[in-house]
């Protein structure tokens, strides 16, 4: 029988932190690491899926599926499945293998890649067809409904729509969504602190409601219809806290859009000082970082040949994100691990996502 394949990449927040649920603005990239599907179409209706990284088994028929009957594991893939099927989307039994070489958990979004990878080996074996923008909302879909985390769209698109070589800048409204030539002179590394803060769920929900409050407040939808002036002018009368929490928003909207002029003027110095700066904002505004985030960043800023750091991802502990400049890599892994030998570092580069190029870059 014909084997099927497909792959997704994970992705890495450039700029742009807690942005995409305030509606504003986000410049991500595809990393070149990802996850891939690959199996054959079964003539009944059971689907098997075993995960090389886990080494675990699945099987269930697809007439009974229900999250609460499968692995949490298989839940990614077969939220998927189920948002085909709730869908009318072509559909049948199938074998299939996961194998992928990201790090799962550790902030570059494995769980977007295997969604959007189950996606795209889902039309290819069994011929339906999603536009670019849905193949994004059935893999959320798939993750709101059958893992319970309800996530933004920023990580499945970012996945999808990249392109190598340049950064994914896309506003969180619209889902517009445009490319930013990267210059070829850097690299990318994640630094995973390896720290996962207990309340990291509750804080984060927090900080959604102190910015859904904020906006409420200031009387606009979403606080990316805010400008740094407005929200200044209504100082006196909104609490501390949540004052800081719309500057953090306000401020990221900013930085991101002064980044992309940064980019377009292959300016990495000034992007850099963009990304020190969004950091800062999270340590005084928003909260969300943690020492060990801090360390990280701090040795950052200390050694040549970084450009910029900043927390990436929700906070409260995960990873790094440093633009380094190429040639200096082993340098800034040897400053991280100094600053905390815990450090997990991994180089990266922009990649193109699961729409640019149908194959898996060559597993490293
Ligand atoms: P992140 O998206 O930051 O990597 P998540 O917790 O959102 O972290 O998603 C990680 C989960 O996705 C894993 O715990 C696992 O359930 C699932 N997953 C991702 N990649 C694979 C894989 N190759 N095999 C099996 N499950 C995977
Ligand atoms: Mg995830």
């Not at 269930?60 to 989307?89: C, M, P």
């Not at 295997?114 to 080996?121: G, I, P, Q």
């Not at 500057?247 to 850099?272: K, S, Y």
Request: proline share 2%; aromatic share 6%.
């Amino acid at each position: 029988m014909n084997s099927i394949s497909a792959y997704a990449p994970g992705r890495a927040e450039l700029l742009g932190n807690h942005t995409d649920y305030n509606e504003g603005f986000v410049l991500a990239l595809a990393v070149d690491r990802g996850t891939t599907i690959t199996g054959q179409v079964r003539n009944d209706r059971m689907i098997r899926l075993h995960s090389r990284e886990l080494d675990k088994t699945e099987s269930i028929s697809f007439d009974h599926l229900l999250a609460e009957k499968v692995a949490d594991w298989s839940r990614y893939t077969l939220g998927v499945v189920d948002q085909f099927r709730r869908n009318e989307l072509p559909l049948g039994g199938f074998d299939a293998e996961i194998s992928g070489n990201l790090p799962l958990g550790a902030g570059l979004s494995s769980s977007a890649s295997l969604e959007n990878a189950t996606v795209l080996f889902l039309l290819k074996a069994f011929g339906g067809k999603l536009e670019p923008l849905q193949i994004a909302k059935f893999s959320q879909m798939a993750e709101h409904d059958f893992v319970g985390v309800r996530c933004g769209l920023l990580d499945q698109i970012a996945s999808l729509m990249s392109k190598a070589a340049h950064t994914t800048f896309i506003d969180c409204r619209t889902f517009q969504v445009d490319h930013l030539p990267l210059s070829d002179k850097v690299s990318v590394i994640i630094a995973n602190s390896g720290v996962k803060h207990a309340l990291v769920e509750g804080e984060y929900n927090q900080r959604r409601e102190d910015c859904e409050a904020a906006a409420r407040e200031l009387g606009v939808k979403a606080l990316r219809d805010v400008s740094l002036e407005q929200l200044q002018s209504y100082k006196s009368r909104m609490s501390d806290r949540i004052y800081h929490r719309a500057l953090h928003i306000v401020g990221e909207n900013e930085r991101v859009q002064l980044g992309a002029t940064a980019l377009r003027q292959g300016d990495l110095a000034q992007f850099g000082e963009l990304m020190f700066a969004s950091h800062e904002s999270s340590q005084a505004n928003f909260e969300n970082s943690c020492p060990e985030l801090d360390q990280l960043v701090a040795a950052a800023r200390r050694t040549s040949g970084v450009f910029g750091a900043r927390l990436s991802g929700g906070g409260f502990g995960g990873a790094t994100i440093n633009l380094v400049e190429q040639g200096r890599e082993d340098e800034v892994v040897r400053a991280l691990q100094a600053a905390l030998p815990q450090v997990k570092c991994l180089v990266t580069t922009a990649a193109d996502g699961a729409l640019a190029s149908a194959v898996a870059p060559s597993v490293r």
